[in-house]
């Protein structure tokens, strides 16, 4: 979302999901036709810090077609609770009872896609609901938010943090479509293109080789006391690499409070981090990622990657 009126994005995107983000998706899951399934059921328990300014919210996003590799057409936002000078993208146009609970609607677009988002008046702390509701409910909206024919492409849920967010804990979260059986989903950050960039340029260095595998670090976002980090692991051979593990050397002050896409052993100083079981698989030449969230500041860690 673009807050209003606090100028620039979010500094980061931590969130879980079900589903597929730019390409990946959770296994055994493919972009669900909404005409063929009546539920779509999540539950979600958070906990929130008492200062900062930041957004905990589901996105849910919706497409024309199939494909996963880029920005979704419509994004559906469900705002569990909010702290500081921020609102949604758009304006408020009607106020909704869903779930057992009451909304204001705000509908707008930023641009790349619509949005529309379920605002709360009070703080939730915990919820269960059919995102199949507030599906149906968006396209009562107007055409240009879908129809049943569309895609169900991802169920998220995470926060948006502008200023602080030391405390913003998803406590267990869980999603299922049509019937499917529950996952926990895994880790991500939050599309970057469907948002206007961060103020401060991304920071790039390091990396580390050792035979057909290598590592870069990119830190992605940063605020006061933490800071959000991405590594790219290659794949420098010419056939199929089975198996990663990066090494990192963390400064002083760092410590990961989340990774996504990997599992790690330790959380500060020298820490190692290997392939989940959907990611351990990389073409010739080819890539994957794992990001984390960690506090301290983001200075450069020493990467140094290996394969069996």
Request: charged share 5%; aromatic share 10%.
């Amino acid at each position: 979302m673009c807050p209003q009126p606090r100028p620039g994005a979010p500094t980061a995107y931590p969130a879980i999901y079900l589903g597929c983000h730019y390409s990946n998706c959770s296994p055994g899951f493919s972009p669900r036709q909404i005409s063929s399934f009546s539920n779509a059921s999540s539950s979600i328990s958070l906990s929130y810090p008492s200062s900062g300014t930041w957004d905990a919210a589901y996105d849910i996003w919706l497409n024309a077609d199939t494909n996963v590799s880029g920005v979704q057409d419509t994004e559906i936002m469900i705002w569990l609770n909010r702290q500081g000078n921020i609102q949604p993208i758009g304006s408020q146009t009607a106020t909704v009872n869903l779930g057992g609970r009451s909304w204001a609607v705000w509908t707008g677009s930023n641009g790349q896609n619509n949005v529309v988002s379920y605002v709360s008046s009070s703080p939730i702390t915990s919820y269960s609901f059919n995102v199949r509701d507030f599906i149906t409910d968006t396209f009562s909206r107007g055409s240009q938010y879908g129809n049943t024919s569309w895609y169900l492409t991802s169920i998220q849920a995470g926060f948006e943090p502008w200023i602080g967010g030391v405390g913003l804990t998803v406590n267990s979260f869980s999603a299922s479509v049509g019937g499917s059986a529950p996952t926990t989903g895994a880790p991500t950050t939050r599309p970057p293109t469907t948002r206007p960039p961060t103020t401060a340029p991304p920071t790039t260095g390091g990396g580390g080789q050792s035979g057909t595998c290598s590592a870069t670090y990119n830190q992605t976002g940063s605020w006061q006391g933490g800071y959000q980090a991405e590594v790219t692991v290659r794949n420098n051979g010419s056939s199929t690499l089975n198996g990663w593990t990066v090494r990192l050397g963390l400064a002083g002050g760092q410590s990961i409070q989340n990774l996504w896409n990997g599992v790690n052993s330790g959380t500060s100083g020298s820490i190692s981090v290997r392939n989940q079981s959907y990611n351990g698989s990389i073409g010739a030449n080819g890539t994957t990622t794992f990001g984390y969230v960690a506090n301290g500041s983001g200075s450069t860690p020493s990467l140094s990657c290996t394969s069996p």
